[in-house]
């Protein structure tokens, strides 16, 4: 068993705080190096948490750190559309990899992760983490023990905002070469809550998408879907970035044949509606353990998702959400986009799509 695991994370921005707090919160974990093409973003974030004088390599390019630093654990998270090729070299040098949402741009670069990691025999984590949430923990436990019975259909919705000097941050937002829309971006967390709940195949999607609102963006700012379970249940999402003023909530219902529940917040984090016909477990205190109240819409799910991944890295299990998943939830919304441009309903599962194929759409 590896006692300690080297890391580097390569991306400084938006979300990397999140990852060097869950990195700082274990034991098993040695910060090594940060990566970013941009200086001031490395000293920024590592300033944030008094670390700009503890030895810390600095790299603006990731191949030269990946030779010279070596590190067993890499998290990636760039821009989405760089994830694939930088997970690929990644893989090539030997690193366990956990790679921000969604895993790639394209299914194409999903399975050639997939496949490299299994060739070179390395882990490989999409960043999920609301998975971890302690609400979602507790609602998947319901669904693993058979507490709903026949499951009827589940529905997702993501009503939050995004205004112009969000995307004037970075140039690469909502574009469909780096990002894709509201649903690639924003919505992807939620989205694959619902599929992973539902039984995770899917087999038809019907669609719509539309820009209403951000005229300065290539992607769509609204996605409406009704998805199709092998098992005979339905999904709705509604995702959207136009709510005003603020975000409003991320909310997921799961509706069967012996069960409700609604997990609500501003990120799935509390439980709201929990009705079951066993009637188990006391509701109220059930609520109040499984309920969070995280300062932003990532939650606390990093420290949980980095503590998974440590454990598979020390002793060689699988992650708790692996590549294959992180594909589940990139298919998923791109059979949405599909659907949409093409007006009709589409089948799954898909080969070959990328955001690249929606480019003009709008």
Not at 138 to 161: C, L, P, S, T, Y
Not at 220 to 244: C, M, P, Q, W
Request: with cysteine.
């Amino acid at each position: 068993m590896i006692e300690t695991v080297k890391y580097a994370l390569i991306g400084c921005g938006r979300i990397s705080p999140n990852h060097i707090a869950a990195v700082l919160n274990n034991d098993h974990i040695e910060l090594a190096a940060v990566c970013d093409v941009a200086e001031e973003n490395m000293e920024h974030l590592l300033s944030q948490f008094d670390l700009a004088d503890k030895g810390i390599a600095r790299y603006t390019d990731y191949r030269t750190m990946l030779r010279e630093v070596k590190p067993d654990l890499v998290a990636i998270a760039t821009e989405s559309g760089k994830h694939g090729k930088i997970a690929l070299d990644c893989i090539e040098a030997g690193c366990n990899l956990i790679i921000e949402k969604p895993i790639a741009l394209s299914l194409d670069e999903a399975d050639a992760i997939i496949e490299a990691a299994e060739k070179k025999g390395v882990i490989v984590c999409a960043c999920h983490q609301n998975r971890f949430n302690k609400s979602i923990q507790k609602i998947r436990e319901a669904v693993d023990e058979g507490r709903f019975g026949k499951m009827f259909h589940g529905a997702a919705h993501i009503r939050w905002n995004r205004s112009q000097p969000y995307y004037d941050q970075a140039k690469w937002r909502g574009t469909w070469e780096q990002d894709g829309g509201a649903l690639m971006n924003q919505c992807i967390h939620n989205i694959d809550l619902l599929r992973w709940m539902m039984g995770d195949e899917v087999t038809e999607v019907m669609a719509y998408t539309d820009r209403l609102n951000h005229d300065y963006i290539e992607a769509e700012d609204l996605g409406l879907a009704i998805v199709r379970f092998k098992n005979g249940s339905y999904g709705l999402i509604e995702g959207t970035t136009n709510i005003f003023p603020h975000n409003l909530e991320e909310t997921l219902y799961l509706f069967g044949e012996h069960g409700t529940v609604k997990a609500g917040g501003k990120s799935v984090n509390i439980i709201e509606e929990w009705n079951f016909a066993d009637e188990q477990g006391d509701v109220e205190a059930i609520k109040r353990e499984c309920g969070e109240n995280p300062p932003n819409v990532y939650g606390f799910g990093h420290t949980p998702l980095y503590a998974d991944v440590i454990e598979a890295v020390r002793t060689g299990r699988k992650p708790y959400v692996d590549a294959r998943a992180g594909r589940r939830a990139l298919e998923l919304v791109l059979a949405i986009y599909l659907s949409a441009k093409e007006g009709k309903a589409v089948k799954l599962p898909l080969t070959h799509c990328s955001t690249l194929d929606f480019k003009g759409r709008f």
